[in-house]
Each structure stands twice: as C-alpha cells, then as structure tokens.
C-alpha cells in the first residue's frame, strides 16, 4: 500500500524585521504586502512586492517575501530565483537559505537543498527547522546514517519536536527498522495525536504485516484529520477489500471521485473492483476514462479488453488486445487473450497461430533469457514518463512535454464558476483549473481594459494624440477582446452607430475620419465586423498612416475570420488581419499590441516558433507585458521547451496573469 506523503509546511514568520534605511514609502509598501501576503492573498502580495523592488532593487526583503508567496502558489522554480536574488544582496538573512531550501527540496534538488542548510546551521547550528528539513532531505537521498545522525541530534535538543519524531519513524521505516519507526510513531502521537503522517506510517507497518484491521483504525483517523484528501480514502478501500468489505470500497472510491473527478488510481481501482464483482459495463466505463486521460495506461487497455472479452464484445476487445501487441510485441499474455478472443469469432486458425507464438516466445525467453527478454510492463508504463523523477520532470524530453501539454489544451469539461474580482486573485489560485488557450487578442474599445493585478500598460501613441485632439467627445483604448460589454452598454453603442450614421450621412464628400473611427468602434464592439472594417478601409483610404486603424481593421478581419463559414474566405481573412498588424508594425515599431496580435494570429495557426518570436519582440518593447510572456509560454510548452516556459509563466503569473500558476501546477 502506498503511503500519502504530506508535505511539512515552512513556517516562517512574517513579522520581520523592517530596514530602517529604507524610505517610508518602500516601508509602507512592504509593510502592506506582508500584511496581505498573512492574508494568504498572494497574487496580491506579490504585486506589492514588485513595487518595492522597483523602488529600491537594492533590498533584500522584497524578493524573499515574493519569493515565499510564490512558494505558496507553487511556483517553486520562481520562489528559488527570488531567494536567490535576497541571498546575493543578504548573504545572512537566513530565512532566504531557509527558504530556498525548501522549494528546492520540494522540486527534488536535495543536494542543492543540504548546501543551504548547512549555511543556515552556519548563522544558527541549533536551528530547528534547518536540522529538521536537512535529516528529511538526507532520507530522501538515501543517506540514511547522516539522517539519523542529523534528526537524533534535533531531537536531543528539541525532545518535544513531535514532527521529529514523525521524520525520525519515517526513516527508520525506509531502513526496515519496523520496530524503532513504531516507536517513534508511539512518541509523536503522544505529543500530537492530530499529526497525520504517525498513522500514516503505522498503517502501512501494519498493511505489510497483513494486520488489515488495524492499519485500517490509523487509516480511519487519517481520513478524520484530512477529510477533503483523496488519496485516504483510495487508501482506506484498499484495507477495506481486503477486510472483504466491497461495498465500503467502493463508497470510498466513489467519494474519493467525488473530490477529484479526474483522479486515476480512484478510477483504475474502481474499475477492477466493478470488473470482480461482474458490474462489466461500469468496469469499462471506468477504464475507458483512464484512457481518455493517460491513452497510454497499458493496465488500463489490458484489463478493458477482458472486460470486452468477457461481456461478448469480441471486436472491440481485439483491438485492444492488437493495439498492446503492437507496442509490447513480447509481452505473451495478450497473445492468449487474442487467441480467446479469436477463438470467440470463429478464427480457429487465427488462435492456434497466437497460441504457437505466445509459447514461443516462453521458450526463447527460457532457453536464453538475456538475448530473448519478454516485456513486462508494469503500471509505470501507463503513467506519465515523469512520474517518479523529480518533481520538474527535469528527465522529460520535448515530446513528453508536448503531448502533456496537448492533454491540457484538448480538455473542455472544465467548469466555469463566476468569481467576483477579489475571490478570483485571493488564495491557491493555481488549484482553480483554467483551459490552456492563450490570453485574448488587443482591439480599438470605448472600453478601457479592467483593472487587473499587474501594472498593465496599454498606452498608444497614435491612440493618445488622437483623444487629446477631442475629435470625438469619448476616449478610445486599447482593450483586451475578452472584455464583456456590459448590457447597459448595448444602447449607447447602437447609439452612437445611429448618430455617426446621421453624421457621416450628411456630411457628403467631407467624411471626417475621426467620425467613421468612432462608427467603426462601436460597429466593432457589437461585432458587426463587416460594416467595422468598411469604415476602416475608408479611413485608411483617407490616411495611410494612422496607426489606430489598422490595429482595428487587423482585429475586426481577425474576428470576422471566426464567423466565415467559407474556409477559403476565412483564411483570406486571416491573412489580411495579419498585413494589417504588419503595416502598424511598419508605422510604429514600438507598438507592442500590433506585435503581440501578430503573434497571437500564429499561434492560432499553430505556428508556435513565429509567434513566439512576435511575443518576444512585444515582452523587447514592454518588458512587464504580462499578457505576452503567458502567450510566448503557451508556444513553448507547445514546442515542448519546458524550462523557456516555466520562466516565462512564472513571469506571467509575477505580473498578475492568474491562469499561469495553473499550468504551472498541471504540468508539474
């Protein structure tokens, strides 16, 4: 039985000591951060931090209280360059070691992790926390004597650490030292008997041992301390079943679905335990959802075609059957389930074919088993190819990335939940699953963009002479085309096409553009796309150069590309959006959203390299574009660059786009 591993929290206080060099603003803005950042409001709290570091890039504070809300939103990769970056200005604030420490830990780096430790230890040899994450770090690396050296001398000095205790039987475990690990269990549940981790550790002692009933009392109160975990209670029906208790299995399962619907081993299990007691269909729609998940699971193919194959399905099992031979060719058992399944069909000859080849493969195999190995499978080959390597799927090569990523993009089932703006940034924003589609493209509103986390700068030359001259009594903006047009706003738009209308109607030969812009606006935000880009053609007709228009007309050809049914005339359409944003390039290198749309129209067509070289030149132009560092990682993990990505989404999610620690968590 597997044991739930539970992470230990850091816990590092927040009330730190403040710099008194610092000027009162720097302070206030750290002082505000922190706060929010105790609130566990952390996308928040990293906004403030980055303006203290653009105040004063020289303190150290800010990037180690960025990089601890960065931690809690699971962007290790990011919370280790922001200790970093405290540490190079800080050598001895030992918090940041602290820090560091563990997300590198948690990422699986435990050598880098003991090396900042063992600083720590330097400024303070008694440290508790330091010692206790150095003796965990240490098991984990198999170095099981410096372990116990390292947490017998943490309990010596701390004798009621209970987490010790906890750490120390976990070990002992790990060293088949049954006997000491129970008593260590025995000393940490006297202290604390709501620490999870004891009756974690004692259940599987006493799994091992076949006492099901006992290590199913610790699982009960494992399930009682952490009542919203899945993996308990795929654990408990494990020591269920084997207490003959189906029916409280299966309750087990299906609860533990009810709390994470996509979870595999509650699916898989559920699945074997439906196929025993012959509920065959249930059975087969349980692994055929594994297999919309992982289409690789191997256990999960196998076992629905004898699903198939015991229900009389025999078609649909053969080719299930076939499609395991063709990736495990050695692998004998399925010969014999596709010479049952022939013989099912009426193939006789066909089953004594499989039967020949299945025994001939035993023989080769047992007359020389080094120069004819069979294949054996096991659960690991249905399981992502990251699975048991470090926790950054650092061994994973640019197709595993790729085909990850793309299990991402192609799942549409997930629910919509209508959060008001402070819900939607406070908390564990990455645990609130999002669809992997690239932040929206840049049109012409009325509308400015709404507020956002990030300090999102939308200015635009052209755009801003424009409004200064007063052409038009109301502004125009850059805004991002997933702005929702609230519907008090419906009639006034309808109004202004109908007065604009009125205007450029009577105005004969002498049309001023400004007039047509703002038609094309309003025609443009009630997609009226086609009337939109007429009155765009005929502003450029009129003025070649003003920048605005093209970045209007790309946007509304863009759009009206979507709604073409005609596949000919939508790619002309597509084509042309991109000229458009190629012109205001042209008239304006500078501007970063004409960039950026560019990009976005390439990635739309699956042309990951150019558009990440047009987000590139966007993030070149606006360093903090937060939208285009989302974009141009969407591309990489698209081209399977997972570590270009990870940066650029960790960036992302620094300058408030929340969708990235999403990804960042789901392709961990």
Not at 551 to 558: L, N, P, T
Request: aromatic share 12%.
């Amino acid at each position: 039985m597997k044991c739930i591993r539970i992470l230990y929290l850091l816990i590092i206080s927040l009330c730190l000591p403040a710099n008194i060099k610092a000027q009162i603003n720097a302070e206030q803005v750290i002082t505000i951060g922190r706060n929010v950042l105790s609130m566990d409001d952390y996308m928040l709290a990293i906004q403030y931090f980055n303006q203290a570091i653009k105040a004063k890039p020289y303190l150290a504070e800010p990037y180690f209280l960025r990089g601890l809300a960065k931690m809690n939103l699971e962007d290790y990769k990011g919370a280790e360059l922001d200790c970093t970056e405290a540490i190079n200005r800080n050598k001895f604030k030992t918090e940041a070691y602290k820090l560091r420490g563990f997300v590198r830990q948690t990422m699986g780096l435990d050598s880098l992790a003991i090396e900042d430790y063992n600083e720590g230890l330097k400024h303070d040899p008694t440290e508790k926390y330091f010692m206790f994450y150095k003796g965990v770090a240490l098991s984990s690396m198999k170095k099981y004597d410096d372990a116990l050296t390292t947490l017998t001398d943490l309990l010596r000095l701390y004798p009621r650490f209970e987490e010790g205790y906890a750490a120390r039987a976990s070990l002992n475990l790990q060293r088949k030292d049954t006997v000491a690990a129970l008593e260590d269990v025995a000393k940490a549940l006297k202290l604390n008997r709501a620490m999870i981790n004891p009756y974690l550790i004692r259940a599987d002692i006493e799994s091992s041992r076949g006492n099901w009933s006992t290590a199913l009392d610790d699982m009960e109160e494992a399930v009682k301390l952490y009542p919203d975990e899945p993996g308990l209670y795929i654990n408990r029906a494990y020591l269920r079943y084997n207490t003959d208790n189906y029916l409280g299995a299966m309750s087990d399962y299906n609860y533990a679905l009810q709390l994470d619907p996509k979870n595999m081993a509650a699916l898989f299990n559920r699945a074997l335990l439906r196929f025993e007691v012959k509920d065959l269909i249930n059975a087969k729609k349980d692994f055929s959802s594994v297999l919309e998940l992982n289409p690789s699971n191997f256990h999960a193919l196998y076992n629905r075609g004898l699903v198939q194959l015991e229900s009389g399905e025999y078609k649909e099992a053969l080719a299930d059957f076939k499609n395991i031979a063709r990736k495990y060719p050695n692998f004998y058992p399925v010969y014999y389930a596709i010479a049952e399944t022939e013989r099912n069909l009426g193939n006789l000859k066909a089953v004594g074919a499989n039967v020949n080849h299945a025994e001939s493969l035993v023989r080769k195999y047992v007359a020389n088993p080094e120069s004819n190995p069979l294949d054996r499978p096991t659960i690991a080959a249905g399981t992502p190819r990251n699975a048991g390597m470090t926790p950054d799927g650092e061994d994973e090569d640019e197709n595993d990335v790729m085909d990850r990523f793309n299990q991402l993009v192609t799942m549409n089932e997930i629910p919509q939940t209508q959060l008001s703006y402070n819900e939607r940034i406070k908390g564990r924003v990455q645990d609130r699953n999002v669809s992997a589609e690239p932040e929206p493209l840049y049109f012409i509103s009325f509308n400015p963009s709404p507020e956002s986390l990030g300090g999102v700068t939308n200015y635009f030359r052209e755009l801003d002479t424009f409004n200064k001259g007063r052409y038009i009594p109301r502004s125009l903006y850059l805004a991002p085309l997933s702005n929702v047009i609230p519907e008090t706003d419906y009639d006034y738009l309808f109004k202004i096409v109908d007065d604009y209308g009125s205007i450029i109607a009577s105005s004969g030969d002498k049309v001023r553009p400004a007039d047509r812009m703002a038609r094309g606006v309003a025609l443009s935000m009630l997609k009226n796309y086609k009337a939109a880009i007429e009155d765009f053609d005929a502003i450029i007709l009129a003025n070649k150069d003003f920048t605005p228009a093209y970045i209007a007309r790309g946007a509304a050809r863009y759009q009206a590309s979507k709604t073409e049914e005609d596949q000919w005339f939508a790619m002309q359409e597509t084509a042309l959006a991109a000229t458009d944003f190629d012109t205001a390039t042209r008239l304006n290198p500078r501007q970063q959203h004409a960039w950026y749309n560019k990009g976005y129209i390439l990635y739309d067509q699956r042309d990951y390299t150019q558009a990440a070289e047009c987000f590139s030149k966007a993030i070149e132009i606006d360093p903090e574009f937060g939208a285009a560092y989302y974009n141009r990682g969407l591309c990489e993990l698209s081209l399977g660059k997972k570590s270009e990505a990870f940066a650029d989404l960790s960036r992302a999610g620094e300058l408030g786009i929340l969708p990235s620690y999403n990804i960042l968590k789901r392709m961990k």
